[in-house]
T-cell receptor, first 112, second 118 residues
């Protein structure tokens, strides 16, 4: 099955700086890679996703890059704000009806 | 759109009690739903895949007689923790997707249920 690794497990940045979280996957058949943000005690919420036919996607301060050859994808948050503080999970899957394999999570703290 | 509703949000009960958790897709049909368990500061651990009209598929190490799953309709899946004990205390969360098996659409999560067994 798929194995998704995520680094770092914790990340602290100063407000306004950028944050980068990286994930690697093992299954070359995986073709959809969402990123979720989870605040304490709340549901994971989708923040951005990327499909295997695209190398990069951006939505305001958030961007995701995908390298299919190397089997890794990364989340980039620019101009970080305190409200960005949360746990972020990456995932890889062959499709919606199939299992989503989650990374181990990154706890991001943005220091005001 | 794509709202998943999960109830109850919190349960506190005595050891030996059975607890039922409901997961509903409010504005879409979901032939497949997923049940996860999450420990504090840990990732989402898939427990089982709930399939409408057929038996659930359980992950290795998950006791199917302990965690009963029923997916009776395209909008409702239930997870029953039978004869719950303190070690079953955890955050349980369900998810569902709007597309078919290879549609590459996101999973949408319910709010989760915090289960505390005394």
């Amino acid at each position: 099955g798929e194995n998704v690794e995520q680094h770092p497990s914790t990340l602290s940045v100063q407000e306004g700086d950028s944050a980068v979280i990286k994930c690697t996957y093992s299954d070359s058949a995986s073709n959809y890679f969402p990123w979720y943000k989870q605040e304490l005690g709340k549901r994971p919420q989708l923040i951005i996703d990327i499909r295997s036919n695209v190398g990069e996607k951006k939505d305001q301060r958030i961007a995701v890059t995908l390298n299919k050859t190397a089997k890794h994808f990364s989340l980039h948050i620019t101009e970080t704000q305190p409200e960005d503080s949360a746990v972020y999970f990456c995932a890889a899957t062959r499709g919606t009806g199939n299992q989503f394999y989650f990374g181990t999570g990154t706890s991001l703290t943005v220091i005001p | 759109g794509a709202v998943v509703s999960q109830h109850p949000s919190r349960v506190i009960c005595k050891s030996g009690t059975s607890v039922k958790i409901e997961c509903r897709s409010l504005d879409f049909q979901a032939t497949t739903m997923f049940w996860y368990r999450q420990f504090p500061k840990k990732s989402l651990m898939l427990m089982a895949t709930s399939n409408e009209g057929s038996k659930a598929t359980y992950e290795q190490g998950v006791e199917k007689d302990k965690f009963l799953i029923n997916h009776a309709s395209l909008t409702l899946s239930t997870l029953t923790v039978t004869s719950a004990h303190p070690e079953d205390s955890s955050f349980y969360i369900c998810s569902a997707g709007t597309g078919g098996a290879f549609s590459n659409q996101p999973q949408h999560f319910g709010d989760g249920t915090r289960l505390s067994i005394l």
